[in-house]
């Protein structure tokens, strides 16, 4: 691709979407819509916004990402999270661009000992997980030039999430029950956009040679593991200055005793091997990741 080009980001205000806004700023021409100028559930409207953005590269981190709602909103939950990525699919095919989206590890069911690599067979608990791994097989079934990255327990310096969550509830409650069952590897935004846009750029210059030597599905998380209960006591570890010594006791707790609409794996730790041997590319540790996240709300948001 000799002149920059352009760059469609679905999704542009989620936690992901922003974070892509910020790596990509130099890449190219960039375009961005969110629910305010597109409605995913709306085929015609996703092939609108594509043929009138003609990008050479679609980045989707649009989803309805809701877990527990999308129990009791299925058709909504396919619309966005299938049937829309299988639509940006065969509008790259049809232009030869790249689409680049992300799933989860809510695919898998969790009942394995040790990481999921991505041959193992899926078997989603809930309705979330079903639309994301249909979206996943949209895209495949399409083919062309994507990427597929799934990743898990996502968070980073905005939107809604389990840190954002933890720091307001430190701030209101003198204790609090997290679960400590399930495992896996919080995995922020901020690394997950710049592992992309490294994989992107290495891809479209030929790094990686041709399309067929790298389109696919990849995990890409941090590094480690942890549990719910572990991942909030590392942040009120890291959270003085904002809870002035009030740290909250945080108990553990099983599953079982914090009943949601949606069940969730157990085990959600993704192997990041494939990334790493193809791409050469290895996110931070958790404990990196979050360490650095704080960092930055420290610095945007001394008071919080
Ligand atoms: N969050 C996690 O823990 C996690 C874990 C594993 C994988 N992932 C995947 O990572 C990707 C990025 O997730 P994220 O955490 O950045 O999600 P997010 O913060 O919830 O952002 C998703 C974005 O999609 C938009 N959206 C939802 N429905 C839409 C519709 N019908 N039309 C137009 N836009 C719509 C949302 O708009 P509104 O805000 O207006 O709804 C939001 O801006 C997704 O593919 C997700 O499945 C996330």
Request: glycine share 10%.
């Amino acid at each position: 691709m000799s002149s920059k080009p352009r760059i469609l980001t679905v999704g542009a205000y989620g936690q992901v979407g922003r974070e892509l806004q910020r790596s990509f700023s130099d890449a190219g021409e960039i375009t961005v819509r969110d629910r305010d100028t597109v409605d995913l559930a709306k085929p015609d409207e996703v092939r609108a916004m594509v043929r009138s953005a003609a990008p050479d590269i679609i980045l989707n981190a649009a989803a309805y990402t809701a877990v527990d709602r999308a129990e009791g909103e299925p058709e909504v939950a396919m619309a966005v999270n299938a049937q829309a990525p299988g639509i940006l699919a065969e509008e790259a095919l049809r232009t030869g661009a790249l689409l680049v989206h992300y799933s989860t590890d809510y695919v898998f069911d969790g009942s394995k000992t040790g990481p999921w690599v991505e041959t193992d067979k899926p078997n989603p608990l809930n309705v979330y997980g079903t639309s994301k791994l249909a979206g996943e097989e949209a895209i495949r079934q399409v083919g062309g030039k994507y990427l597929i990255f799934r990743t898990s327990w996502v968070y980073g310096p905005h939107g809604s999430n389990f840190l954002l969550t933890m720091l307001r509830l430190g701030r209101e409650r003198a204790s609090l029950k997290i679960v400590d069952d399930q495992v896996g590897a919080p995995t922020t935004s901020v690394e997950l956009a710049d592992a992309t846009r490294a994989i992107v750029s290495g891809a479209l210059a030929g790094k990686f040679g041709d399309v067929p030597n790298w389109a696919g599905l990849y995990h890409m998380t941090c590094g480690g593991s942890v549990s719910w209960c572990g991942f909030a006591q590392a942040i009120y570890a890291r959270s003085d200055a904002w809870l002035h010594g009030k740290t909250p006791v945080v108990t553990p707790i099983d599953s079982a005793e914090y009943p949601t609409a949606a069940r969730r794996p157990l085990n959600s730790l993704l192997s990041n091997e494939k990334l790493s041997t193809c791409f050469g590319v290895q996110l931070a540790s958790w404990e990196a990741g979050l360490d650095s996240v704080i960092r930055r709300l420290k610095d945007d948001l001394p008071g919080l």
